[in-house]
């Protein structure tokens, strides 16, 4: 019945076989064509690989959203679901994955040196924004020092990055609703810092993620980046008011941020240098760092006053090679 349906015949036959033997020369030829282009990808991969500098190592996950730095135990990297720490042999060590947030995501953290303590950020994988809370570890030991819920009942948060000031206490922004949590060094909520002045662009692409990266000045107050509308303010967690600080230059898709001076702030991932030279009312993007282009700079660290870019995707098959970039200033 199929010859039938298909009108075969031995010429039929012949000249289908023929074509089967032509569709199996053209993929043999894709095939190939897929191989080649697969080798050019990964050799030229490798040479962007070659132009990062500072650190590559390997590790389980494909994502690790911030590292910091810290003098006594080396660089501290925080993936999003537990967090290892780097040492020489370049392998990571997973040495904290708390049962009690096993399904959530680790965000931002900071080594809080004073007091001997790590503080991560955790929150539910995007799209879900439920969930957000902060918790402290001791250094030395790993045990939990606090863990603190962030969200009310019904809230849409997305907790992302957190600091501490002179005193302790922690300072965690929310990319979802644009405000800053601040947490008691005990692990209490302290306040909200609410303000219309966060959201100074309309349109959902200029909020798509609001207040991300946040540093604490010496002088007492907080810089703080809203990503997507690209502003930079200056907090003051006192009497929670906010400034818009008149940056000339464009700090659009700014992230996770590292202070290099009182006066020079570095913003990630288009990788800027901002200083300013009037206590942050106003600044001016001065250089720029251009990093390996297949990878994206997720946060900055400071050691020994060079600055550390960490790339938030890792690439490979297998365990993944994730890379801690050393950045070099260009003038713009």
């Given at each position: 019945?199929?010859?039938?349906?298909?009108?075969?015949?031995?010429?039929?036959?012949?000249?289908?076989?023929?074509?089967?033997?032509?569709?199996?020369?053209?993929?043999?030829?894709?095939?190939?064509?897929?191989?080649?282009?697969?080798?050019?990808?990964?050799?030229?991969?490798?040479?962007?690989?070659?132009?990062?500098?500072?650190?590559?190592?390997?590790?389980?996950?494909?994502?690790?959203?911030?590292?910091?730095?810290?003098?006594?135990?080396?660089?501290?990297?925080?993936?999003?679901?537990?967090?290892?720490?780097?040492?020489?042999?370049?392998e990571e060590r997973v040495v904290l994955a708390d049962p009690d947030v096993a399904v959530r995501v680790a965000l931002g953290l900071t080594v809080d040196a004073p007091r001997g303590r790590l503080l991560i950020v955790y929150a539910y994988r995007i799209p879900r924004f439920g969930y957000s809370a902060v918790a402290a570890y001791e250094?030395?030991?790993?045990?939990?020092?606090?863990?603190?819920?962030?969200?009310?009942?019904?809230?849409?948060?997305?907790?992302?990055?957190?600091?501490?000031d002179d005193e302790g206490n922690a300072y965690v922004t929310d990319a979802k609703g644009?405000?800053?949590?601040?947490?008691?060094?005990?692990?209490?909520?302290?306040s909200v810092i609410k303000n219309a002045t966060f959201s100074q662009r309309p349109g959902w692409i200029n909020n798509l993620v609001g207040l991300n990266g946040i540093v604490y000045h010496p002088s007492g107050y907080l810089l703080v980046i809203h990503t997507s509308g690209g502003d930079l303010f200056k907090v003051d967690p006192k009497t929670r008011s906010?400034?818009?600080?008149?940056?000339?230059?464009?700090?659009?898709?700014?992230?996770?941020?590292?202070?290099?001076?009182?006066?020079?702030?570095?913003?990630p991932p288009a990788c800027r240098l901002v200083e300013s030279d009037d206590d942050w009312e106003t600044a001016a993007v001065t250089g720029r760092y251009v990093g390996p282009a297949h990878?994206?700079?997720?946060?900055?660290?400071?050691?020994?006053?060079?600055?550390?870019?960490?790339?938030?995707?890792?690439?490979?098959?297998?365990?993944?090679?994730?890379?801690?970039?050393?950045?070099?200033?260009?003038?713009l």
């Open positions: 019945m199929c010859g039938d349906c298909y009108g075969a015949s031995a010429g039929g036959a012949a000249e289908a076989r023929a074509a089967g033997a032509g569709g199996r020369r053209k993929r043999g030829c894709v095939g190939t064509a897929l191989a080649l282009v697969a080798l050019a990808a990964a050799a030229a991969v490798a040479v962007l690989e070659g132009t990062a500098g500072g650190v590559s190592y390997v590790g389980d996950g494909w994502l690790h959203e911030c590292a910091k730095w810290d003098a006594d135990g080396g660089a501290c990297s925080c993936p999003t679901s537990s967090a290892p720490a780097w040492k020489e042999k370049e250094l030395t030991s790993w045990c939990r020092l606090f863990l603190t819920r962030l969200d009310g009942p019904g809230d849409s948060t997305l907790a992302d990055d957190v600091v501490v644009n405000k800053i949590w601040k947490v008691s060094p005990e692990g209490e909520p302290l906010v400034r818009v600080v008149e940056v000339k230059g464009s700090l659009k898709a700014g992230d996770g941020l590292a202070l290099l001076s009182p006066a020079r702030l570095w913003s990878r994206i700079g997720s946060s900055a660290t400071v050691k020994d006053g060079d600055v550390y870019i960490n790339h938030i995707i890792g690439f490979g098959l297998g365990k993944k090679t994730h890379v801690i970039s050393k950045a070099a200033f260009a003038p």
